[in-house]
């Protein structure tokens, strides 16, 4: 009996320990392994479309497209370097190169709304395709969630607990266009959920570590489901008031 009780406090050991070190693995490594999941969510889907619609598009694609996609692509190096400059505690790097990120993030939301415009001109005057203007919704909505989080976060930039969080939401927004590569989530309106999920994730991590979920998740994803809602409402139904919105827009 004593043998037995001793192999099952044993084991109850061994199975706390290794809570214990998958809360702390969690607790210091989240946000680093999350950026370079989100980094490979990008380069797996703009694989699969970038050689035909960038590289060697027929007919080429304006030269702004490659810009946007330089601007983009930076962003998703920075959150890697950022997340991994708190992990070597060099905080003070961290908050000097922040000030990069800032700006980076304004000139990232006058594009992401220029190109969106040029595109669809593009696409409808050059490409000829039809009905393409309801999808503008789709990228304002992702430079209004991605300009307000990373706006809030350069507020709360003193308090990290709201910082990082909103640097992670802001960045998991930008994955629909990645996401949306694949013609399965596109056609059925599904890259949002998808990107929700991976916030989500951010809501597990806050649960198994502090038994709790941080605010901002609590008041930010009700938020961004609201606006990717009605974005997909406007692009899916296209309503009268939408195509003027729309139409406004391009002709100007």
């Known amino acids: 009996m004593a043998i037995v009780n001793a192999g099952l406090a044993a084991g109850i050991e061994k199975e706390a320990s290794t809570t214990k070190q998958f809360k702390t693995f969690l607790g210091r490594y989240f946000y680093f392994c999350m950026s370079l999941v989100l980094a490979a969510l990008v380069i797996l889907g703009f694989s699969r479309t970038v050689n035909a619609n960038l590289l060697h598009a027929n007919p080429p694609r304006p030269l702004l497209l490659w810009i946007h996609g330089a601007a983009f692509s930076t962003w998703m190096v920075f959150f890697i370097v950022q997340s991994a400059l708190v992990r070597a505690r060099k905080v003070s790097v961290h908050r000097l190169l922040g000030w990069f990120g800032a700006g980076l993030a304004v000139v990232m939301v006058v594009l992401g709304v220029t190109i969106a415009v040029v595109m669809t001109r593009f696409d409808t005057v050059v490409l000829q395709q039809k009905g393409v203007d309801a999808f503008l919704s789709i990228p304002f ?15 709360w930039r003193k308090k990290p607990e709201y910082h ?33 999920g991976l916030i989500a994730l951010g809501m597990v991590r806050d649960w198994v570590v502090d038994k709790r979920v941080h605010k901002v998740y609590l008041y930010a994803l009700p ?8 974005a997909t409402y406007a692009w899916r139904i296209n309503p009268k008031w939408w195509q003027g919105i729309t139409q406004a827009i391009l002709r100007s």
């Open 164 to 196: 990082r969080r909103l640097v992670f939401i802001a960045s998991c927004q930008l994955m629909d266009a990645a996401i949306g590569r694949f013609d399965f989530m596109f056609n059925h309106a599904l890259f949002f959920p998808a990107l929700d």
């Open 141 to 155: 909505a992702d430079m209004i969630i991605f300009g307000s989080c990373i706006a809030m976060a350069i507020y």
């Open 223 to 230: 938020s961004l489901i609201v606006v990717q809602s009605l």
